[in-house]
């Protein structure tokens, strides 16, 4: 058994312990009123559309809208429906017979077994813009390619050129970051006559 003034010395050895150990380590001089200052960060809005409109602006819109869609096609690949949510979000990044399309091609795939070739979950497909065709702050007409090795496992590196036809809308959606909207998506460089921009 230990003896009382065993105990008395070693709480006393612990208690000098800690008081030298909290004497070490920090600095004597009072901080600089800089110190504590938390950085200031101004954020911009990577949606915004820009004086100048280039392929990483239009890359990054394009990839925002192939997210929402991406969104639409786990739900339908997971579990075998098609929500009115996601006709609403297919519907905000989507317009005209290009919705139509979409809208048709997500009902059937949400009736049908899921292709052998899907990724579990899928992801999104990548744009990469090969050429600015035109852009102005109400339309954006672009060729691409597209990287859909996220979605399936048998993806080209690339896909074949595309022409793509960007609307822009008066407001962001709800799942949509961006103000626009795709109304053309189609293998080719040149767009059909009524989906170029004006």
């Keep these: 058994m ?55 602006y239009v890359e990054r819109v394009l990839n925002a809208l192939e997210d929402v869609r991406a969104d639409v096609r786990r739900d339908v690949v997971a579990n075998h429906r098609f929500t ?30 899921t292709p052998a070739n899907t990724r579990q979950p899928p992801g999104s497909s990548r744009y990469m813009v090969e050429r600015i065709r035109s852009a102005s702050s109400t339309c954006i007409e672009a060729n691409v390619t597209v990287d859909s090795s996220a979605v399936v496992t048998d993806a080209p590196e690339r896909s074949a050129i595309r022409i793509v036809t960007l609307d822009a809308t008066s407001a962001r959606g709800r799942w949509n970051p961006t103000v ?19």
Aim: hydrophobic share 40%; glycine share 8%; aromatic share 4%.
């Design 2 to 56: 230990t003896s009382p003034r065993r105990l008395i010395a070693i709480g006393a050895a612990v208690l000098v312990g800690m008081g030298l150990l909290a004497g070490c380590g920090g600095h004597s001089a009072a901080p600089a009123p800089n110190d504590f200052d938390q950085p200031t960060t101004t954020t911009t809005d990577p949606y915004a559309v820009p004086t100048v409109i280039d392929a990483a």
């Design 84 to 113: 009115q949510e996601s006709r609403d979000k297919l519907a905000e990044t989507v317009q005209g017979d290009a919705l139509k399309i979409e809208l048709q091609v997500f009902n059937d795939a949400s009736m049908a077994p």
């Design 180 to 198: 626009w909207r795709k109304r053309l998506e189609q293998v080719g460089t040149e767009p059909p006559a009524g989906f170029a921009c004006a």
